[in-house]
């Protein structure tokens, strides 16, 4: 099974702090998304990657940004955090046959 | 565009069996998942369909899929308090494009 790690747990972050949310995956899978999950919206994809050093935008892809430098990690960016951002952010990778399997989120406050 | 919808909340009475309904207007998924996520947790995959099945049993979760009617349903027999979660319906076409989510479905069990 792929394994999902996310840097943190929980972060606090002031307004207009740059911030860098850290995803890895162990299983050599080409396919990561992020997305972010509110009450009442379900779970809404910012951006995804099919490969090294590509990116594509989702629904939501406005005021952040995404790394890929490496296979196993995606990095979500926000350049300068917003309270409208606070949120559950959650990494995916992707089995072709099983589906997305999903880290364990970071939970992310925005003050 | 591809939706996925769900109903947001149902209780039920442990030892009773829970139904959990999904609709879906993709006529060409080829993968319909479901997916637990406990308080505080990231998404868990509990089980999948192949869209040429209609029927999956996995020890205390059938699932159930018309393809006709897109409509997709996830049944816990013996329900217990520790299933109480939100659970979300997905799909995906093919390849390795994104799944789309429902909105989750609250599952809460009264003792």
């Known amino acids: 099974d792929v394994k999902v790690t996310q840097s943190s747990r929980y972060l606090v972050k002031r307004t207009g702090e740059k911030v860098f949310l850290e995803c890895v995956q162990d299983?050599?899978?080409?396919?990561m998304f992020w997305y972010r999950q509110d009450p009442g919206l379900g779970l809404r994809l910012i951006y995804f990657s099919y490969d090294v050093k590509m990116k594509e935008k989702g629904d939501i892809p406005e005021g952040y940004s995404v790394s890929r430098e490496k296979k196993e990690r995606f990095s979500l960016i926000l350049e300068s955090a917003s309270t409208n951002q606070t949120s559950m952010y959650l990494c995916a990778s992707i089995d072709r046959a099983k589906g997305q399997y999903f880290g364990p989120g970071t939970r992310l406050t925005v003050t | 565009g591809e939706d996925v919808e769900q109903s947001l909340f149902l209780s039920v009475r442990e030892g009773d069996s829970s139904v959990i309904n999904c609709t879906y207007t993709?006529?060409?998924?080829?993968?319909l998942y479901w997916y637990k996520q406990e308080p505080g947790a990231g998404l868990q995959l509990l089980t999948y369909i192949f869209s040429n099945m209609d029927m999956k049993q996995d020890q205390r979760l059938t699932v159930l899929l018309n393809k006709k009617d897109k409509h997709l349903s996830l049944r816990i027999a013996d329900t217990q308090t520790g299933d109480s979660a939100i659970y979300f319906c997905?799909?995906?076409?093919?390849?390795?494009?994104?799944?789309?989510f429902g909105k989750g479905t609250r599952l809460s069990v009264i003792a």
């Open positions: 997905a799909e995906r076409n093919s390849g390795n494009t994104p799944l789309v």
């Open positions: 299983m050599d899978q080409k396919n």
């Open positions: 993709d006529s060409s998924s080829t993968y």
